[in-house]
């Protein structure tokens, strides 16, 4: 049974070009009109005007958002309760920048003439990315027709981009109507799939992998043909039919009689004529139920050359436990009313939570569909929805975790303290499986995560490990310009230079902090020569650009430290044997305490700090979770990982 949906989100404050502004309440209004399975609810989740493609960046979550004209958009939801506090504009010079799409802390942005490429984007939003961005391709038809592209990561580290034929019907040139690929870098670029009129969706099936995407038929052939397109590309060089074929088997006359190169791959699934078929989103999620897994949905953006308007709503299609099609349904409808339509979606996007986020240009807002809970607003009626996860044991020796953004957590175990050859690096699956990704290391201490790999302060050594198992010692110990001792923790900043804490002997001996550039080469940024007496620097977190904070092991300290001129500057006390740092979305800082187990919570790296838990036999180096709803903490003596609610 079918049924009206809507829930009243509270006060949305939303900070666009320098004013802030709240959801219109006849937008919220508006959700009365939307059609839900049981269970199923949708509420605002940002006001972003032109809303189009969504990528979500790593570690905090932010949402970033094209658009058909010049700017693109920066969606933040600091706390974490489903309904944006803040809508940045991070470039406004753009070329239809429409694609989106995120790798390895990567922002790709796919205008109607090339694609670009920003890094830095999960670490500060305001810095200036209109001067940072790298071309990575300027290949691309400098044509309005069906000039918005679209991106996509593949399985195969790929990026995949949409280019559509510009004009209705014609005989396409060179890349046009295609999808083609290319190395993230922009090299080794060809046609992985052509014969395709204007493909605005694709993502890529959970386990076949294979690419699915969707494609728009040809105009002005009447109000039911031809069929819009759901296709599947499990290889390179499949030829999906346009022009020969005008929508899923239908041919327009004038090219009726024309043969095409080679034999034509049909749809597996068909929509009705001008539905026009975008955004194609995979469920992969935990929160809707069971039997929507491996299901696709479908944005419908609904006809413009129809007598009576078409679409406008959500499909999904089924699949079945070989991975075929099964059929389809409508998920979600009521943008259309009375031939009159409200909204037009466009994308979708999964948050790590399982909820499902829908994009729609027309009426500038993003909507979030969730199933089984209502958040946020005041008068849903429900508080918060954060539970705590079940503790991972069974670990020996964890030092350092790190989260993946698909929800992996990865811990170093150090093993036998000074026992070379029995460290390993653990992977945490979101449902507690462990797996070994790495063995073989010394004592693996911190960890931190930079362009798809793992990077470990091993001991005496900085060892990189791919997400494949791979090892490669990035600094061996006689690299360093001192004498490593105790390398403990790893941060990395939005450049790619590795920053290694070594905490050195008991009394602070060969302590100090050294950088390594991405070319390799290893420097001290400071050592046991000008530190105080004592001082063993242990966690550290970057404190904008030009700035380390650093846990004192040694005497309990928060202290910045000045990357250029090596000045240090004591911020706080009282914490400890400080070992490990990490920042969630609101700002706050958390410090873990190794020597006395306990975990505290700072406002400001100098306001009071505040105890969180003292349960711990060793709590070590902690980190954040993919979603920013838990802080990792490894405690090393009680040999497990314990998930705790951010507060």
């Known amino acids: 049974m079918r049924h009206y949906r809507k829930i009243i989100t509270g006060l949305l404050l939303l900070l666009a070009a320098g004013s802030a502004s709240a959801a219109s309440p006849a937008m919220e209004e508006n959700l009365e009109k939307l059609n839900l399975p049981d269970g199923f609810h949708v509420e605002i989740y940002a006001e972003v005007p032109g809303a189009r493609s969504m990528a979500l960046g790593q570690s905090t979550g932010t949402v970033f958002v094209g658009t058909r004209g010049k700017k693109l958009y920066a969606v933040v939801d600091k706390d974490k309760d489903r309904s944006a506090d803040r809508v940045l504009t991070l470039m406004d010079d753009l070329k239809v920048g429409n694609g989106v799409a995120m790798h390895e802390g990567n922002l790709y942005v796919a205008e109607q003439h090339r694609i670009t490429r920003v890094g830095g984007v999960g670490f500060d939003l305001n810095m200036p990315f209109e001067k940072m961005?790298?071309?990575?391709?300027?290949?691309?038809?400098?044509?309005?027709?069906?000039?918005?592209?679209?991106?996509?990561?593949?399985?195969?580290?790929?990026?995949?981009?949409?280019?559509?034929?510009?004009?209705?019907?014609?005989?396409?040139?060179?890349?046009?109507?295609?999808?083609?690929?290319?190395?993230?870098?922009?090299?080794?670029?060809?046609?992985?799939?052509?014969?395709?009129?204007?493909?605005?969706?694709?993502?890529?099936?959970?386990?076949?992998?294979?690419?699915?995407?969707?494609?728009?038929?040809?105009?002005?052939?009447?109000?039911?043909?031809?069929?819009?397109?759901?296709?599947?590309?499990?290889?390179?060089?499949?030829?999906?039919?346009?022009?020969?074929?005008?929508?899923?088997?239908?041919?327009?006359?004038?090219?009726?009689?024309?043969?095409?190169?080679?034999?034509?791959?049909?749809?597996?699934?068909?929509?009705?004529?001008?539905?026009?078929?975008?955004?194609?989103?995979?469920?992969?999620?935990?929160?809707?139920?069971?039997?929507?897994?491996?299901?696709?949905?479908?944005?419908?953006?609904?006809?413009?050359?129809?007598?009576?308007?078409?679409?406008?709503?959500?499909?999904?299609?089924?699949?079945?436990?070989?991975?075929?099609?099964?059929?389809?349904?409508?998920?979600?409808?009521?943008?259309?009313?009375?031939?009159?339509?409200?909204?037009?979606?466009?994308?979708?996007?999964?948050?790590?939570?399982?909820?499902?986020?829908?994009?729609?240009?027309?009426?500038?807002?993003?909507?979030?569909?969730?199933?089984?809970?209502?958040?946020?607003?005041?008068?849903?009626?429900?508080?918060?929805?954060?539970?705590?996860?079940?503790?991972?044991?069974g670990l020996a020796a964890p030092e350092s975790a790190v989260a993946h953004p698909d929800g992996r957590v990865f811990v170093s175990e150090v093993g036998g303290f000074n026992k070379d050859g029995d460290g390993r690096i653990r992977a945490i699956a979101p449902d507690g499986g462990k797996s070994v990704l790495a063995e073989g290391l010394n004592d693996p201490k911190g960890l931190d995560l930079w362009n798809g790999s793992l990077y470990v302060a091993d001991k005496t050594r900085v060892v990189k490990v791919g997400l494949d198992g791979s090892t490669e010692v990035l600094a061996a110990a006689d690299a360093f310009p001192g004498t490593p001792t105790f390398l403990n923790d790893v941060e990395i900043d939005g450049g790619g230079n590795v920053y290694v804490s070594d905490s050195g002997t008991e009394d602070g001996g060969h302590a100090g902090v050294y950088r390594i550039a991405p070319d390799g080469g290893v420097t001290e940024v400071i050592g046991s020569a000008t530190l105080e007496a004592g001082v063993r620097p242990n966690g550290l977190l970057m404190d904008g650009l030009k700035h380390l904070l650093v846990a004192d092991f040694g005497s309990g300290r928060l202290i910045r430290l000045d990357l250029a001129s090596g000045e240090l500057t004591g911020l706080n006390r009282g914490l400890g044997a400080a070992d490990g740092l990490v920042r969630d979305a609101r700002g706050n800082l958390y410090v873990s305490d190794w020597g006395n187990g306990r975990l505290f919570l700072l406002s400001s790296p100098t306001a009071t700090p505040k105890l969180l838990s003292d349960a711990y036999k060793a709590a070590a180096d902690i980190g954040i979770s993919a979603d920013g709803r838990h802080l990792l903490v490894p405690d090393m003596k009680g040999g497990a990982l314990d998930y705790v609610p951010v507060p």
């Open 133 to 393: 961005r790298q071309e990575v391709f300027t290949g691309l038809p400098d044509k309005a027709h069906h000039g918005w592209r679209y991106l996509e990561l593949g399985p195969d580290g790929k990026l995949y981009v949409t280019v559509g034929a510009p004009c209705n019907i014609c005989d396409p040139q060179d890349i046009e109507a295609s999808i083609i690929r290319m190395d993230p870098d922009g090299s080794d670029v060809e046609v992985y799939a052509e014969g395709i009129r204007n493909s605005v969706g694709m993502d890529f099936q959970p386990g076949s992998g294979t690419l699915y995407f969707t494609d728009n038929g040809v105009d002005m052939m009447g109000d039911e043909r031809p069929a819009g397109e759901l296709n599947a590309a499990p290889e390179a060089g499949m030829h999906f039919g346009f022009p020969y074929y005008a929508g899923g088997k239908d041919r327009q006359k004038q090219w009726a009689d024309k043969q095409p190169p080679q034999q034509v791959t049909y749809p597996v699934e068909t929509f009705r004529a001008h539905t026009a078929n975008l955004g194609l989103d995979f469920y992969t999620g935990g929160m809707f139920p069971a039997a929507y897994r491996g299901d696709a949905i479908v944005a419908q953006h609904g006809s413009w050359n129809r007598s009576s308007p078409i679409g406008y709503r959500l499909m999904r299609v089924r699949f079945d436990d070989s991975g075929s099609a099964a059929g389809k349904e409508v998920f979600v409808d009521g943008w259309l009313q009375n031939g009159e339509a409200w909204g037009r979606p466009v994308d979708t996007l999964q948050l790590p939570d399982g909820s499902l986020l829908v994009s729609d240009d027309y009426a500038g807002v993003i909507y979030r569909i969730s199933y089984g809970e209502r958040t946020g607003g005041a008068a849903s009626g429900a508080g918060s929805t954060r539970t705590g996860k079940a503790m991972v044991k």
